[in-house]
T-cell receptor, first 114, second 113 residues
Framework: AQSVSQHNHHVILSEAASLELGCNYSYGGTVNLFWYVQYPGQHLQLLLKYFSGDPLVKGIKGFEAEFIKSKFSFNLRKPSVQWSDTAEYFCAVTTANAGNMLTFGGGTRLMVKP | GAGVSQSPRYKVTKRGQDVALRCDPISGHVSLYWYRQALGQGPEFLTYFNYEAQQDKSGLPNDRFSAERPEGSISTLTIQRTEQRDSAMYRC???????????FGQGTRLTVV
């Protein structure tokens, strides 16, 4: 079965620091990859997605992610975080062998200090 | 509607009671998912539907949990004989088709006392 691992459970950064959150998945075939964000008290919102093509994907609010097939990774990056980026971030995957099933990682809680 | 709608937003129930959680997906979306999310955890897959067909229910914790989507639109997640460990946020999401993102509702916070 497919699975998604996010190794950083809690990250604390100061404003203007650079961010990289790790995401690895466990399926060797065709994947669709997503990063979702959950601000305090709100529902999950899509940050960015990868289906095919350019492995460097740009999303909203200055976030980007790079799909590296050989490493089964889809790490999220942002060059300079803001206090408003404080939230929980979830990586998710769908795979060809699981139809439309969407599997999430355990999440990374990011706190940005002003 | 404009987005995925879940009701009720909050539900407090006594142990042993049955509860029904409703999800109204975005109109025309093929797939509908149910997840359970404990505090500080990622969404845990419960079950999903394509149209009215339940494709996978392997994430349902036990036979007290069931879900249906009889007309391929609104879905109901039912928990019978609730237990305190069922307390969590229950989230619903829908997708228009394959190779698209999922859109989430606000969730139902269930508390079993």
């Amino acid at each position: 079965a497919q699975s998604v691992s996010q190794h950083n459970h809690h990250v604390i950064l100061s404003e203007a620091a650079s961010l990289e959150l790790g995401c690895n998945y466990s399926y060797g075939g065709t994947v669709n990859l997503f990063w979702y964000v959950q601000y305090p008290g709100q529902h999950l919102q899509l940050l960015l997605k990868y289906f095919s093509g350019d492995p460097l994907v740009k999303g909203i609010k200055g976030f980007e992610a790079e799909f590296i097939k050989s490493k089964f990774s889809f790490n999220l990056r942002k060059p300079s975080v803001q206090w408003s980026d404080t939230a929980e971030y979830f990586c998710a995957v769908t795979t060809a062998n699981a139809g439309n099933m969407l599997t999430f990682g355990g999440g990374t809680r990011l706190m940005v200090k002003p | 509607g404009a987005g995925v709608s879940q009701s009720p937003r909050y539900k407090v129930t006594k142990r042993g009671q049955d509860v029904a959680l409703r999800c109204d997906p975005i109109s025309g979306h093929v797939s509908l998912y149910w997840y359970r999310q404990a505090l500080g955890q990622g969404p845990e897959f419960l079950t999903y539907f394509n149209y009215e067909a339940q494709q996978d229910k392997s994430g349902l914790p036990n036979d007290r949990f069931s879900a249906e989507r009889p007309e391929g639109s609104i879905s109901t997640l039912t928990i019978q004989r609730t237990e305190q460990r069922d307390s969590a946020m229950y989230r619903c999401a829908s997708r228009p088709r394959k190779n698209t993102e999922a859109f989430f509702g606000q969730g139902t916070r269930l508390t079993v006392v």
